[in-house]
């Protein structure tokens, strides 16, 4: 008999912040500065030791797609970011920008979505 | 101990939607093209790349196929499993490790999936929803809003290989494609419609490696890399420099360039897949290689003619067949066995496979091959 038990969420964690923005859980390398939020033992670009950071709350976005066919668990249209975090790593998010529209360029963490799911939304930077 | 390569034989099956059939049949289909009517013959041992199908399968395939007793390993690197697997048996026959080599790939994708490739659930960004289209989407909307390309160059590519494939015996397609079909095919993944991604298919595709000189062709060279780390800060999108690094050291080992090839295979698993694949090869320069599929250059009889064979989305892309696939049509167009689609005389060729899907990572395999006539 199989185990059909999903494997653990591999997703990046949020949290809040004290002054209600969000922040994504990473590491930094102590001795190449590289950045990441997925959990690894070492740093994947130099093998250095790592420290535990946080990433947020802004972000760039460096590409966006709408998705238009069925994935297990979502119903399409969904939207989908790679979000590059400020002096951190890149993370994929979920873009509450509807489909059809500009992705926005800044964009700041909202939390996670019911699926578990990064969620970003447009910046509103002063 | 080095010495030189040749690819004595290729064989594949029908490339297709074969749910009701077990995948070692596809197998032994692609052995009985290759081997002939004297399966077995020299091999030694057997390489077989594949990704989604059971345990054990390598030994079955071998049992059924007459080569019982070979050491027979299975090779999983994404869509490159069965180019991985060819470049372990070129590895393997120029070390003087063994004599003769068969190299295997397989898939039996329509038993696996109803729709897209499932994302990997153990990985952060399948977990996210980050399907297969997904990852090319990103980077071929990175390509427009960045480099200029525009939608209708991304359409050329699949036209001009799902025009490609007509000539292709191995493709049911009949009719010409144009840029106006690819783009009124129904929307994947913004801004990939439906005719620049590559089909779910089944299939399975073999080439026969051997130190013993004779006709086929000759391995220049056969280079594996896996990727580095990619994400915030990387240069170029995911998988360039994956496959500019294997490129380069294919080309290196093989003493020529990429304006020494007469045609091109790459991995065009969708469109844009394509365009960066042949800038990363050096074919065109960055940004500019969604041009050559509307110029001609990259068409049968333009100057650098790439995917001749209808490719990955005029073929469909058995994941662990695939690599196989791409060398069965360099050797039929080396050796003149090309049919309907030769190409005039051509004596090289050069073969890309991409593989990828792991967060993170620039690309979970690539193999750049050179191939010379031998004859």
């Known amino acids: ?126 | 101990m080095t010495r030189p390569v040749y690819v004595r034989a290729v064989g594949v099956s029908g490339f297709g939607r074969f749910p009701e059939r077990a995948l070692p049949e596809l197998c032994w289909d692609a052995l009985d093209d290759c081997l002939g009517a004297d399966p077995g013959r020299d091999v030694e041992a057997v390489y077989l790349g594949n990704v989604y199908g059971p345990n054990g399968l390598g030994p079955r395939v071998v049992h059924g196929a007459g080569l019982s007793g070979r050491p027979v390993l299975a090779v999983e690197a994404a869509c490159a499993s069965g180019s991985v697997a060819f470049a372990q048996a070129v590895r393997d026959v120029r070390s003087g490790r063994h004599e003769t080599v068969l190299a295997v790939g397989c898939e039996q994708l329509t038993t696996a999936f109803r729709g897209p490739i499932t994302p990997q659930a153990g990985d952060p960004e399948g977990r996210s929803g980050m399907a297969l289209p997904a990852v090319y989407a990103m980077a071929a909307r990175r390509y427009l809003d960045h480099y200029g390309v525009t939608p209708d160059q991304l359409a050329a590519v699949a036209a001009k290989n799902l025009t490609n494939a007509v000539r292709n015996p191995r493709s049911p397609r009949s009719e010409p494609v144009t840029v106006d079909d690819v783009l009124a095919s129904r929307m994947i993944a913004d801004p990939l419609t439906r005719m620049q991604c590559c089909s779910l298919t089944d299939g399975a595709a073999a080439a026969l490696v051997t130190a013993t000189p004779g006709p086929g062709l000759l391995v220049r060279s056969s280079v594996f890399r896996s990727g580095g780390p990619w994400g915030a800060g990387s240069p170029h999108v995911w998988g360039y420099d994956l496959v500019r690094l294997t490129g380069q050291a294919a080309y290196e080992q093989a003493g020529v360039g990429i304006a020494d090839a007469d045609l091109v295979e790459v991995h065009d698993a969708f469109s844009i897949g394509e365009i960066i694949s042949i800038e990363a090869l050096g074919l065109a320069d960055e940004g500019l290689g969604g041009a050559l599929a509307v110029s001609g250059d990259s068409a049968p009889g333009g100057k650098s003619p790439v995917n001749v064979s209808g490719g990955l989305i005029g073929l469909g892309h058995p994941l662990g067949a695939t690599g196989l696939s791409q060398l069965a049509e360099a050797f039929y167009q080396l050796t003149g066995t090309a049919g309907d689609r030769q190409l005039d005389d051509p004596r090289l060729a050069v073969v890309e496979t991409m593989g990828g899907g792991t967060a993170g990572v620039d690309g979970n395999a690539c193999v750049v091959s050179v191939l010379e006539a031998a004859r």
Request: aromatic residues 6%.
């Open chain 1, 1 to 126: 008999m199989t185990n059909e038990q999903p494997p653990p969420d591999p997703r990046p964690t949020v949290r809040s912040r004290s002054d209600g923005g969000y922040e994504v859980r990473g590491w930094r390398c102590a001795r190449c500065t590289a950045s990441t939020a997925m959990s690894v033992r070492r740093c994947p670009t130099c093998g250095g030791p790592l420290a535990e950071t946080y990433f947020g709350p802004l972000g760039t976005v460096w590409s966006d797609t709408t998705v238009h066919v069925p994935v297990p668990g979502r119903t399409p249209p969904y939207r989908i970011a790679y979000v590059d975090l400020d002096d951190g790593p890149r993370v994929a998010a979920d873009l509450d920008t509807p489909p059809g529209r500009p992705a926005p360029r800044r964009v700041r963490l909202t939390g996670t979505s019911e699926r578990g799911d990064v969620t970003v939304a447009a910046a509103e930077e002063a």
